[in-house]
């Protein structure tokens, strides 16, 4: 988890598209959104589980951390901003950085939050500024006068009015001035009784509080906090949870979120009734922002997804809402697929699906770790589900799938476009339990990542469904064979700068069941089956062609010409992108290189998982059937660069041909190679010829 944290502060962006809850990383709530330089920025505030000394069963949050995104659906986190330590009149130890907000005026971004005051009880709100919306931002050393309370949220108007909000003692309002720092306007002194049962003792003389701005008129009773305000037209929005429900009889009914409207900023308003009902599951709080982007109208709020049993940790959700033509709201109904358009070639969780036949279920994949998300389940022939708008251009012929799924027998999966009649994009035959020769194995019931290829790809922005019996999903990912390999372009190549050849022919893996362990390929192993004219693929041509067939007993094997977007050439994925055999394999490479002149003193030098064999031809009468390799790299191997080395040979100027087999069982085979020199620099003055 810290390294992952580590990563998020770097900016790295989160692995993760808008299904909701939209932040994986860490628990989030009370997501205040707001639009800056054509990006949307979240401002949440940051639950945590609480650390010993704070209050176990209470919100506690001591830092704030910013979000961004471009497209709703790539989520930057750009860390910690702002700390309880930082905060001159805070508690430092209060875990009280409530649900905050951020403004822009004349280049300077004003970020407003609630704290627990380092002396006395309550809450301030404090203001903190920045040149930039990720920050650094610097905390005033003291709260705005006037406001005790918490949720600030401020109104830039149109005619350069600011206004804020916050929630104490109901819900109020105050015009900020132009320095954006303090109230404007007469505070006022108001008294009230102390607390019967408070701390005060008997007798006490009431408490005197100054307070700025006026309570919100025309809002219905019952609690309310987390006013968000905002402007549609030449309407006012007051926007805020609210408990609709009946307290009486030790009840505990739950949030809702609600809206008034107004022409006027601070009211009075004209009550109108529920953006989101209550959550299902009783989470007790929610908590939202309203903003316009791209033309589109978008809710955010939070809900306890990653924490089900407390209600106190959150993650915010994104849905868009709507306005219907006289202002008033249409109600929202929370979805798990939130909003935004997921590239195919994108982690997709198919388990927050946009609809689903009745019988589909979800749960967690790991409720030791909730972060780990959900799956989906589909028990029948006629189970499906839809998740729209995935963004398949990009894809070709080429690419594959790769899916997350689990089931007790085997069975099939299909991914089709649109719904559950639409054409097939791929077809995942889900082999649980196979048999070869005497080994039996037994998969049912555990997470498998699958490939298949591609049988159809829908042209741009379409729904995927996905329909299979008896089984479970997680995630599918439309994979690029680019992800390992280029697609070859140029007649030739170069090796790379450290002198890494990437260019080859590979053959398809042959099988070698035997192979149960890397530790069988002795040097005797390896000459027996490589070197054994009677254990080559026929015809071992001297240069292949791309798409050339060869036989191996009774395999029909084609070689393909690859380029590797590393230095390494990963084998296992060559094999997994062919949906060949990735384990108990061998594989054969070859490669020419066009030498401008005899290059003596050079070594071959390379690294394989597994064991492998290196040829060069022409190095005096060397074969690959009849002659010792140059270099054998034998046993349980890990690919290390410059592994092995060759003895002093001898480029031929003109075409040299290199040849190497390697020898897998269990592991993720791949193998790097080059040429240096007797200082041990990278030879690269060749050209590779396929
Ligand atoms: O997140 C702490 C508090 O819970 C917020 O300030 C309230 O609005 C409620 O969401």
């Not at 006068?145 to 600011?162: A, E, F, H, T, Y």
């Not at 790769?402 to 089931?407: E, L, N, R």
């Not at 054969?588 to 390379?606: G, K």
């Not at 390697?662 to 007797?678: A, H, I």
């Amino acid at each position: 988890m810290k390294t992952l944290n580590l990563m998020f502060m770097l900016g790295f962006p989160l692995a993760v598209t808008a299904q909701n809850p939209i932040i994986h990383n860490q628990f989030a709530a009370d997501p205040t959104a707001r639009v800056f330089n054509n990006r949307v920025y979240v401002y949440p505030s940051h639950d945590i589980v609480p650390p010993e000394g704070a209050r176990q069963d209470w919100f506690c949050m001591g830092d704030y951390h910013v979000f961004s995104s471009e497209n709703l659906t790539d989520w930057v986190d750009h860390g910690v901003f702002l700390d309880q330590k930082d905060v001159q009149w805070g508690n430092p130890t209060g875990f009280s950085m409530w649900a905050p907000d951020c403004v822009e005026k004349n280049g300077t971004y004003y970020f407003y939050f609630p704290n627990g005051s380092r002396i006395g009880r309550g809450f301030a709100i404090g203001v903190a500024t920045a040149k930039s919306p990720e920050g650094p931002f610097t905390c005033e050393p003291e709260p705005i006068k006037g406001i005790s309370g918490i949720d600030p949220c401020v109104l830039m108007d149109n005619d350069g009015q600011s206004y804020i909000y916050w929630s104490g003692m109901g819900i109020r309002g105050a015009k900020l001035k132009s320095n954006m720092k303090e109230v404007d306007g007469e505070l006022q002194t108001m008294t009230m009784p102390q607390r019967p049962g408070g701390n005060a003792p008997e007798g006490a003389a009431p408490r005197t509080f100054t307070v700025a701005g006026q309570n919100m008129e025309g809002l219905p009773d019952g609690f309310k906090e987390g006013p968000f305000v905002f402007r549609r037209g030449d309407w006012y929005y007051l926007t805020f949870p609210w408990v609709r429900g009946d307290t009486s009889n030790g009840a505990n009914p739950t949030e809702t979120l609600a809206y008034a409207m107004s022409k006027n900023p601070l009211g009075p308003w004209d009550f109108k009734g529920i953006i989101m009902a209550e959550h299902a599951n009783h989470c007790w709080t929610n908590h939202h922002s309203i903003i316009e982007y791209k033309g589109q109208w978008y809710l955010f709020y939070h809900h306890n997804d990653f924490s089900p049993r407390d209600d106190k940790r959150r993650s915010p959700c994104i849905d868009k809402i709507s306005f219907r033509p006289d202002g008033t709201i249409v109600e929202v109904k929370p979805t798990m697929r939130g909003v935004g358009v997921s590239p195919a070639t994108s982690r997709i969780d198919v388990d927050r699906y946009s609809e689903a036949s009745k019988d589909v279920t979800t749960d967690y994949v790991d409720t030791l770790n909730y972060f780990r998300g959900f799956y989906a389940s589909l028990p029948s022939k006629t189970s499906w589900l839809r998740y729209g708008d995935v963004d398949f251009s990009g894809l070709s012929a080429d690419d594959y799938l790769s899916v997350s799924v689990k089931a007790s027998a085997n069975t099939e999966l299909l991914l089709h476009e649109g719904g559950p009649k639409g054409k097939i994009i791929a077809r995942v035959p889900i082999t649980v339990v196979s048999q070869m020769g005497n080994f039996r194995r037994d998969m049912s019931g555990r997470w498998l990542t699958l490939t298949a290829p591609l049988q159809y790809i829908p042209k741009g922005v379409a729904d995927l469904c996905v329909t299979g019996d008896s089984l479970s999903i997680d995630w599918v990912q439309f994979k690029n064979r680019r992800d390992y390999f280029t697609p070859i372009t140029s007649p030739t190549a170069r090796p790379d700068d450290e002198g890494f050849i990437r260019r080859w022919m590979l053959l398809e893996p042959i099988d070698n069941p035997e192979a149960n362990s890397n530790l069988l390929f002795s040097w005797t192993y390896l000459q027996d089956n490589l070197l054994n004219p009677s254990k080559l693929p026929k015809p071992l041509p001297a240069m292949p062609r791309d798409g050339q067939k060869v036989k191996y007993g009774k395999q029909s094997l084609i070689w393909h010409a690859m380029e590797s977007n590393s230095y390494n050439v990963r084998l296992f994925r060559f094999a997994d992108l062919l949906q060949k055999a990735t384990y108990r394999v061998c594989f054969w490479a070859v490669t020419a290189i066009d030498c401008p002149e005899d290059i003596p003193n050079v070594r071959l030098a390379a690294g394989s998982n597994g064991a492998s064999m290196w040829w060069i031809e022409p190095a005096e009468g060397r074969t690959a059937e009849n002659d010792n390799p140059v270099l054998t790299l034998e046993s349980d191997r890990r690919m290390v660069a410059d592994d092995g080395m060759s003895p002093r040979l001898t480029l031929k100027k003109g075409r040299n041909i290199i040849r190497c087999a390697v020898v897998n069982g269990p592991g993720l085979s791949d193998f790097c190679v080059r040429f240096v020199d007797e200082k041990g620099n990278p030879v690269t003055n060749f050209e590779i010829k396929n």
